[in-house]
């Protein structure tokens, strides 16, 4: 985008899109274009951008956001330890009924069978699958990544501080912080205000904020913090 927040700007009186207007000032796209909107309102992109962060950050690190991204941390836990443990359950009675395959073929070959190519090739097949699931389960055994964080308030507290003030800061920013920053933002509205100065309204999402801070997919369903 040609600046952090492009796309994500709309105004707040005709629902249009914000955009550049002149050099490097934003303003209702269809005020310039077609004159049927009565927003006079135009404001820097670089106090846009300064504005939206700090409210970003505001919002997402309220206690009380904080206290719902713990809530979650822990219920995804929970869920993905029983996840585990239903796949290591099926695991071992896969497991279970492979070493038993393998145990009665070895002995049909004992017996005579191994002049039959069915039996052979029976044995190499369960064979097979039995190394394969004592692999899966030793993989297994260790503690899923999500399990392994204590402090998912902190670490949470200390990434959506990295990616503001880093961005705040007016450092260049990779493509990865961009589109973090971007995904954590469902929409900006500019209205005019009282006072003349433009009023700037943050949609933030927080379960992007969360699914970030847990490991999961990030998924933009709507807007659940403002």
């Keep these: 985008p040609k600046h952090l927040f492009a796309g994500l700007l709309h105004c707040g009186v005709c629902g249009g899109g914000f955009a550049v207007v002149t050099r ?14 009565d927003n006079r309102v135009r404001v820097a992109v670089g106090e846009v951008q300064a504005r939206v962060l700090a409210g970003l950050q505001s919002q997402l690190l309220a206690p009380e956001a904080v206290t719902l991204l713990v809530r979650e941390y822990h219920a995804e836990r929970d869920r993905r330890r029983r996840e585990e443990a239903r796949d290591q359950r099926a695991l071992e009675r896969k497991l279970a009924r492979a070493e038993a395959a393998v145990a009665n073929l070895v002995v ?17 097949t369960h064979t097979a699958e039995r190394d394969r699931l004592r692999a899966t389960l030793a993989e297994r055994e260790a503690p899923p990544v999500i399990a392994l964080h204590p402090h998912i308030a902190d670490a949470y507290r200390a990434r959506i501080a990295e990616l503001v003030t880093g961005t705040a800061q007016g450092a260049p920013l990779g493509n990865d912080v961009k589109t973090a920053i971007r995904e954590l933002v469902e929409r900006i509205e500019i209205s005019p205000g009282a006072d003349g100065r433009a009023e700037i309204t943050v949609t933030g999402s927080l379960e992007t904020a969360i699914a970030m801070a847990t490991g999961r997919p990030t998924r933009r369903k709507g807007s659940d913090l403002t």
């Excluded at 934003?26 to 909107?37: D, F, I, P, Q």
């Design 24 to 37: 490097d000032r934003l303003g209702c796209a269809r005020r310039r274009e077609a004159g049927t909107c």
């Design 108 to 124: 049909a070959i004992a017996e005579g069978g191994a002049d039959f190519a069915q039996v052979r090739d029976a044995l190499a």
